[in-house]
């Protein structure tokens, strides 16, 4: 860490807050290539407190945006590959009898780290999922009736792949709904493909990434997430937003006010990570469609004129006005 760190301290400005954020950001793009905007978003999701979703083909660099962000802020880090036969106790931990002490003793699983990795999470059965649902919720999970805190900061990075749909178990609404933000990777360029491969000829660039921030540091930007000022039309502007999700002809089930909180914290990181304390009408439109096309189902009418939820957003990003708000300080 350098002389800049932030640990003991009780609050930071929105310069010192920025600055923090993109070393985490620069520090990830040493491992991906050409990928600046989706680190932002794996970023804004962290210091939102919320979950990321990444739904996209295997071998474009998900385990290694979990790996190098869990790295760049020395938290621990553990990666869940979920099968069809995996048991809740795989993931949250298992009580077992110790003979030598004559008692109980709890053996934490995976779950119980402060970045966990769940690879393929429509793989896992609907019971699994709960257990994962608890957790990103609650923070916290029940085994053989004890509850056990989760560590902090805690945030999940959930893997699915889009094309492969044999032997999977579709996240049900409610789990989609804790997910802050869906994103994906996208392939490379011409040119970053040819980076890549030239960056891994003899090591791989995570073995070179040190921390750049601690977990302090992480709790910090959280808390000073929430300072950034929001004025009213903005959130206006979010609300009418996400209840023309409810009222679009392509969409069968739009966003609940779990979106609009997401859209509104994340839009309050984004602006952080921008240097301001006030958020913009841009915020909000960058984020509305990672922050709302994964709560918003589309109707049969939808899927047969071949739609995506993301398409209806932009639809509905372009008939809502945006408010011309200037900061009020």
Known sequence: ??????????????????????????????????????IRLAVIALISQGHLLIEDAP???????????????NCSFKRIQFTPD?????VTGV????????????????????????DEINRATPKVQS???????????????????????FHVLATQNPVEYEGTFPLPEAQLDRFMLRIDIGYPSLEQEIAIMENQQYIHPIEHISPVVDA?????????????????????????????TRHHPSIYLGAS???????????????????????????????????LAHRALLSSAGQSHGKNSREAIAEILETIPVPGVMPAH
């Open 95 to 118: 009580t077992i009898f110790n003979q030598k002490v004559n008692e109980f003793e709890f053996h934490a699983g995976p779950l119980l780290a402060q970045v966990v990795l769940a």
């Open 257 to 291: 006010p779990r979106g609009s909180l997401a859209l509104f914290r994340t839009s309050q990181a984004r602006a952080l990570l921008h240097g301001r304390d006030y958020v913009l009408p841009d915020d909000v439109k960058a984020l509305a469609r990672p922050a």
């Open 59 to 73: 071998g474009l660099g998900k385990t290694m945006l979990a790996r190098s962000l869990a790295r760049s802020i």
């Open 216 to 244: 302090a540091d992480v709790l910090l930007l959280q808390e000073t997430v929430k300072k950034v000022y929001v004025d009213d039309l903005i959130k206006q502007y979010i609300v009418a937003l996400v209840e023309a």
């Open 131 to 153: 257990a994962l649902l608890e957790a990103m919720e609650e923070k916290q999970v029940t085994v053989d009736g004890v509850t056990h805190r989760m560590p902090v900061p």
């Open 86 to 90: 995996m048991l809740p106790g795989d």
């Open 1 to 38: 860490m350098t002389d800049t760190t932030t640990k003991g301290k009780a609050e930071i400005d929105v310069a010192g807050a920025r600055e923090l954020a993109m070393r985490i950001v620069e520090n990830v793009e040493k491992v991906m290539v050409g990928k600046t905007e989706t």
